[in-house]
């Protein structure tokens, strides 16, 4: 889970503050979070006071099972539009990471979608999620590094493309865009 919310918030939030702009991006963000806080607390007053463990348990408890039904294929469609978001993603982000790497002809997307589908496909039939625990610690530790490197590129980026532009007010040119960049 935190694997799923740090990656969705590494893509999305550098594109959201660049539409919205730093003020409202902020109060978007913290308006977000706020929500997110108090979903939270409800949802955890909810289950010590009914003794329920689980978000679906605790529908059942306060809504009855046919809201328990509906929960379950609200969460099976979202599931199901995250893979087609995950795959659509990966398939337009492997032809371009191919053509970085010097063979563009190597990967297109329909086959890059295709070769993630069988890959992904047996994994998928594992019965329990604890399998994944090692990636998981893996990926968020990409993620860091993903995070790292757009702090550290980003004035310098920023600087060449907008020289007379200062990132957030402040002068960054110290960042030359090219500390982590391959030789």
Not at 62 to 86: D, K, Q
Not at 87 to 111: E, K, W
Request: neutral net charge; hydrophobic residues 55%.
């Amino acid at each position: 889970l935190l694997a799923t919310g740090l990656g969705s918030g590494v893509l999305t939030l550098p594109w959201l503050f660049h539409r919205v702009g730093i003020i409202v991006g902020i109060v978007v963000l913290m308006l977000g979070g706020l929500g997110a806080h108090m979903s939270l607390r409800v949802l955890a007053s909810l289950s010590r006071v009914s003794g329920k463990q689980s978000y679906a348990e605790i529908v059942r408890e306060l809504l009855g099972p046919r809201a328990e039904s509906f929960l379950e294929w609200v969460l099976i469609v979202y599931s199901v539009g995250v893979l087609v978001s995950y795959f659509v993603f990966l398939g337009d982000f492997l032809p371009h990471v191919a053509t970085i790497m010097g063979h563009p002809d190597l990967v297109t997307r329909d086959g890059s979608i295709m070769c993630l589908a069988v890959v992904i496909f047996p994994v998928a039939l594992l019965r329990r999620l604890s399998a994944f625990r090692y990636l998981s610690a893996f990926s968020v530790v990409c993620l860091g590094y993903v995070m790292s490197v757009c702090v550290v590129e980003a004035p310098g980026k920023h600087a060449q493309l907008h020289e007379d532009i200062p990132m957030f007010g402040v002068e960054l040119g110290w960042l030359n865009g090219e500390l982590l960049s391959a030789p």
